[in-house]
Every structure is written in C-alpha cells, then in structure tokens.
C-alpha cells in the first residue's frame, strides 16, 4: 500500500511540474508587446504615429467624395461631436473606443478612418485598433478642426447621434398640480 502511494505522489508531483512549468512558458513567452516608458505625451504620439497609416484631409475628402465603403469614427467627446461632425461619423469618444467600437463597426476587415480635432486622440485611438483585429484602421490626420476650415461645406450641424437625448415633452398644463 505505500508502495502504491509513493507512486502516485511521484506521478502527482511529475503532473503538477509539468502544469506549472507549462503555465509559466504559457505567459511568458505569449507577451511579444514591448513595454515601453515615455518621457512627455509627444514622445509617445511620434511613436503611435510611427506605427500607424495616416492620410491627408485632402486624402481623405477624395475617399469621402467617393463611393468607396468605409466606416467614420469621430473619437471626439459627445459635446464636441453634438455641436458638428463630419456627415457620416459614428461618435465614440476616445476614452469608449475599445468598450464600443465591436458593437458600432461590426466589419473588422473594412477601412476604418478615425478623426478627432487635432490629431492626438485620434493617433491613439489608432494605434490601439489592430489590438482588437482592426487591420485597417487609418489616421485623418489635422483632424476635425483642419477638416472644417478647409471643407466647410461638408460639416454636418447637431448630428443626429447616439449622444442625443430625446428632449421631454413639455408639461402640461392640466391635471393635478398643474
């Protein structure tokens, strides 16, 4: 009988090593992602910016112009897209990007462009979309400000978008308290 148990302790012992060596190559060897430490928020766009394809507002008016399918991302707060947008542009602010963009950009291999005002959110936002198996995210780059100085015939006033609330019905005027 403690013959028995002593090689069913060994073969437990064996098992459990080759479980917790496996688990520990399984994590280490899987993170091919380069942590990096940034010194300013510049240094950490030129490097997004480096990663990442970007087009010209000129670039992408053409595109716009066009009849190409492609989807608008405006990565820009819900203020910010409430008052104007480009006409198309699905808003989902910058800091929902990851948590939402499955649910409004259902087509993972379509083209992808993504604006904000300037440039930065929209860098970042970018860069963190392959993550998620978006292979063809773009940058319009100068972003939205640019966009409307230069094509202001193409800007859409108070879209219409998910951060609009139904305004209530006014009160009435009858009934009881009224």
């Known amino acids: 009988m403690d013959k028995l148990k002593d090689i069913i302790m060994k073969r437990f012992s064996l098992i459990t090593s080759v479980i917790l060596i496996s688990i520990i190559v399984l994590f280490s060897g899987c993170s091919n992602k380069e942590l990096r430490v940034y010194e300013n928020e510049d240094e950490m766009l030129a490097d997004a910016k480096s990663k990442i394809k970007s087009i010209s507002i000129d670039e992408f008016k053409k595109i716009f112009d066009s009849e190409e399918k492609y989807y608008l991302i405006d990565v820009r707060e819900a203020v910010e897209y409430d008052t104007s947008c480009i ?14 963009i499955g649910n409004k950009v259902p087509e993972r291999r379509a083209n992808v462009y993504v604006y904000c005002d300037n440039g930065e959110r929209s860098t970042l936002a970018v ?6 198996k ?6 319009i780059e100068s972003g ?3 966009w409307k100085e230069k094509y ?3 800007i859409e006033l108070e879209p219409a978008g998910d ?5 209530a019905p006014p009160p009435s005027s009858g009934g009881c308290g009224g």
């Open 163 to 167: 951060a609009k609330e139904e305004s």
């Open 87 to 100: 006409p198309g542009a699905i808003n989902i602010p910058r800091g929902l990007l990851e948590f939402q």
């Open 134 to 139: 978006f292979s063809k995210a773009i940058l």
């Open 144 to 146: 939205f400000n640019a």
């Open 152 to 154: 202001p015939e193409d």
């Open 127 to 132: 860069s963190s979309l392959p993550e998620l």
